[in-house]
């Protein structure tokens, strides 16, 4: 397969994957998912253009704490929340005590238990958070700290 197309397929994919921006993605083959997994940094950074665009968007109609908790929750649905759902999974497994395969099977589970809910509350809050105190400074103090 020619580089551009694998290059083409390849943005495809990870954009499908990561993001629920609506592109079809073309051929898959092991070279197209590496590629794509290889362009997964650039779609986390698209997306973070996205929400920084969102929150300066937000901030000018809204309290910097309402702003955030859009910006977080949008972030979460551009997502699929996929990065949430690992993040429930992998607390819920290291929670058990388990270890192997039985720490496996707790993370293939499409429920959350009571550690994974814990890590997203305190998660989203901190992103929140974050996201409020950035959006309450000013743009040349925003950028000088």
């Not at 994919?13 to 079809?24: D, Q």
């Not at 949430?84 to 589970?109: F, P």
Request: charged share 15%; glycine share 12%; no cysteine.
């Amino acid at each position: 397969m020619p580089a551009d197309r694998r290059l083409g397929d390849g943005a495809r994919l990870a954009l499908t994957t990561f993001s629920t921006l609506p592109v079809r993605a073309g051929r898959i083959d092991r070279s197209v998912a590496g590629t794509a997994m290889a362009l997964a940094p650039a779609v986390g950074a698209l997306l973070g253009a996205l929400l920084a665009g969102l929150l300066v968007l937000l901030v000018a109609v809204a309290p910097p704490l309402v702003a955030a908790g859009v910006t977080v929750g949008a972030g979460a649905l551009l997502t699929r929340g996929l990065h949430l759902d690992g993040l429930a999974d992998t607390v819920d497994a290291l929670g058990s005590y388990r270890r192997g395969a039985a720490a496996l099977e707790i993370m293939k589970k499409p429920d959350v238990g009571p550690f994974g809910v814990a890590a997203l509350v305190v998660v989203l809050l901190v992103q929140a958070a974050a996201l409020a105190e950035l959006a309450g400074r000013s743009w040349p103090a925003s950028s000088a700290s």
